[in-house]
């Protein structure tokens, strides 16, 4: 698809969040298990996004955690000036010692978790769980604004309603709480993306408050991307899946890249070298094939690229069936293929 320069511009126009300034309005969500160090530093390759966000990290570890040890709470000091860590957890006074900590190290900024409605996370009183608790929700992002001058954003669902008013309402008072910003994902919590997002309600989200609203869910090609910010008038994009599918999104929309055939070989070998770089053998394994999953939803054939890579035994089969896969130029999707993109 052509991307045309409208679109183009308003990406690339800087936004401003809170102290700071990001150099694009387009974010790469965060994503549990995905957006690792070695994910991002792949995406930095291509580059062309505002931000990048950690996975959640809990916020009762965060102030204790060793980044050499921590699988997500780790990071490479040249990414800080664009990385968000996001957070989760269920007491206002761990978020806010969390926060010191993400401003010590140097992020650009912190993110409250407010949208994951995985059960393991729910029960615990994290996540999603927290918009059946509003005045809780609402105090941990001011303790976390009292305790850091850094940007302080928060991401959050329609709720566990579809309605939107309340979303719109936890808008307000979350501005009013201190919040720079706001990634809005209109789907209701139980609903693991079945459904189709209610951009609608990103709209309604974005007449409620001053601070800059993101719109989230199902942008897969820069028509989604043109119509969402036509139907919602928001102020920026935020990215999950296609990011995973296709590393070099941001740079098609936002410079121009040309995306040539050796892309996607060099896209798969470079995510397998920079997993091995940054995680011992078995999470490097484990981590490509949940990825892999991801990334074969843009080829036509792509599942048999999935089983293939699923079915590898160790790290040398899958260089070998990457370099089977892409001995041929594999024919591209124009839509991800959404039964590997669940
Ligand atoms: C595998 C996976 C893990 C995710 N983990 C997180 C997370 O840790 N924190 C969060 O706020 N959202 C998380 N999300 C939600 C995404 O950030 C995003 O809101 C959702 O995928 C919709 O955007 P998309 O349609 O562009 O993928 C996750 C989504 C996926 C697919």
């Excluded at 690792?36 to 009762?60: D, K």
């Excluded at 609203?213 to 999950?240: E, H, K, L, P, Y």
């Excluded at 470079?270 to 892999?292: G, S, Y």
């Amino acid at each position: 698809m052509k991307i045309s320069p409208e679109i183009t511009e308003f990406l690339n126009t800087p936004i401003r969040i809170g102290a700071k300034t990001a150099g694009r309005r387009l974010l790469v969500s965060p994503m549990a298990g995905y957006t690792h160090v070695a994910f991002r530093q792949l995406m930095e390759h291509f580059g062309g996004y505002g931000l990048l966000f950690t996975e959640m990290c809990s916020a009762r570890a965060v102030p204790t955690e060793n980044p050499e040890h921590s699988l997500v709470f780790r990071w490479r000091s040249g990414e800080l000036s664009h990385l968000v860590c996001q957070i989760f957890g269920s007491d206002a006074q761990d978020m806010a010692n969390a926060a010191r900590r993400i401003e010590a190290e140097g992020f650009f900024g912190v993110d409250i978790n407010f949208g994951c409605s995985v059960a393991a996370v729910c029960k615990r009183g994290c996540g999603a769980a927290l918009l059946k608790t509003p005045d809780l929700a609402v105090a941990m992002v001011a303790a976390v604004r009292a305790a850091v001058s850094i940007p302080v954003s928060v991401k959050y669902r329609t709720g566990w309603t579809d309605d939107p008013r309340p979303a719109m309402e936890m808008a307000r008072r979350f501005e009013a709480a201190g919040a720079d910003a706001i990634t809005f994902h209109p789907r209701m919590a139980p609903d693991r993306r079945t459904r189709p997002p209610r951009w609608e309600y990103i709209g309604m989200v974005k007449q409620a408050v001053r601070i800059p609203v993101f719109g989230n869910g199902d942008v897969f090609d820069a028509g989604d991307c043109i119509r969402m910010i036509q139907a919602t008038g928001c102020d920026g994009i935020s990215i999950g899946r296609i990011a995973l599918a296709a590393p070099w999104t941001p740079a098609l929309w936002t410079r121009g890249l040309v995306v040539d055939n050796d892309l996607y070989h060099f896209c798969a070998k470079r995510m397998m070298d920079l997993l091995q770089q940054h995680f011992e053998p078995v999470t490097a394994f484990r981590r490509f094939k949940n990825w892999a999953h991801f990334f074969a939803a843009g080829f036509k054939f792509g599942h048999r690229f999935s089983a293939d890579i699923r079915g590898a035994k160790d790290i040398d089969a899958i260089y070998a069936t990457v370099d089977r896969f892409f001995a041929d130029i594999p024919e591209r999707n124009p839509r991800p293929n959404m039964n590997l993109f669940r």
